[in-house]
């Protein structure tokens, strides 16, 4: 793909599909100078809140003395979800209680933290923690029905988050062994449309992980705008379906999907294709290309999700009766 096409394609689905990054390293500042001791703490609080509300006191001790940290315990604005860590006192949510079970948020649940693709319905907390680790706290999370804990594999190295929240190529990983394929493609297509991850760095992932994962990390692209674009895409894999993401066909007008030479199918939802205004464009877009001889056919994120076999067959059907491979003007 020519770089001005996948700069094209990268401004269309940033304005379809914004996610603000998550920091991934705890920010660095320039010693401030000195204040009153109300506002180093209000400062460090701040700063607190803003990287999510929980972190290691090495990367605590950054931005406050032991002393404020100390006194913040004392009036009850920080507390300790386990030993070496600190949080906000408001901050009891996924990675506080992944803390107290022994490990940190992964998986599903740090993917969720990133911004990124999840599985429909998984609102389990998903816990990594040390793999040699074998204590009564993890044994108890294991027995908790919403709780999933998870190692990580034996050829990545084990690092310790400063947030509590696995980084997204660690996260992939952990869910590389736990979610399906569709959703595990989804996720870390997600994660390079957004510009998260490098294709680079989730080549290299991939070479570490079980071969039967490693073909799907393999395949993602960032052409996939969505999850419910990625699950399609699979299917027409599997299907042994060609196809053609982000084609232009007409002047500065990307579509989803193009299979053959006519078909185009567009994966509709209702954030981004529910107003009134965005159905009529999606409609003139439309009329435009039936002009042309192409035929339109649009799937919602319902029916790709809970009724594949159906979104299948229609495709099936039309491809069985050269839908795909109509003559059609340029």
């Known amino acids: 793909m020519h770089a001005a096409h996948s700069d094209a394609v990268r401004r269309r689905r940033a304005d379809r599909e914004r996610h603000p990054p998550l920091s991934t390293a705890a920010p660095r500042r320039p010693t401030p100078a000195r204040r009153s001791l109300h506002d180093a703490d209000v400062d460090f609080l701040g700063w607190l809140r803003v990287v999510g509300g929980v972190c290691t006191v090495v990367a ?6 032991s002393d404020e940290l100390r006194r913040l315990r004392a009036r009850g604005a920080l507390w300790v979800p386990l030993r070496g860590w600190v949080a906000l006192a408001e901050g009891h949510g996924d990675v506080t209680r992944a803390l107290q079970l022994g490990g940190v948020a992964t998986c599903v649940s740090a993917l969720r933290r990133h911004g990124l693709w999840t599985p429909h319905g ?6 990594r923690v040390p793999r040699a680790t074998r204590t009564a706290r993890v044994a ?14 034996e050829r990545l190295p084990e690092e310790r988050p400063w947030d509590g929240v696995d980084g997204i190529r660690t996260a992939l990983a952990v869910a590389s062994g736990c979610v399906g394929a569709d959703d595990l493609l989804a996720a870390a297509e997600s994660a390079l449309q957004q510009g998260r991850l490098q294709r680079e760095a989730l080549l290299e992932l991939a070479a570490k992980i079980p071969r039967r994962c490693r073909v799907v990390l393999e395949r993602a692209s960032a052409l996939s705008g969505s999850g419910s674009e990625s699950t399609f895409a699979a299917m027409l894999r599997r299907a042994h379906i060609r196809f053609v993401q982000q084609a232009e066909l007409l002047p500065g007008e990307f579509f989803d999907f193009l ?7 567009e994966v509709d939802s209702l954030e981004w294709h529910g107003s009134r205004a965005q159905m009529a464009r999606d409609r003139a877009r439309d009329a435009r290309l039936t002009a042309l001889g192409y035929r339109v056919v649009r799937f919602t994120y319902e029916q790709v999700m809970f009724e594949r076999e159906s979104v299948l067959q229609t495709v099936l059907d039309l491809v069985r009766r050269d839908m795909h491979e109509r003559k059609v003007r340029r």
Do not use: F, N, P, Q
């Not at 605590?60 to 003395?65: D, G, I, Q």
């Not at 998984?122 to 816990?127: A, R, T």
């Not at 299979?259 to 199918?265: E, P, R």
């Open 60 to 65: 605590a001790r950054e931005h406050a003395s």
């Open 140 to 153: 108890g999370a294991d027995a908790l029905e919403d709780v999933r804990v998870h190692r990580l594999h």
């Open 122 to 127: 998984d609102s389990d907390l998903h816990v």
């Open 259 to 265: 299979i053959g030479t006519s078909l185009v199918v």
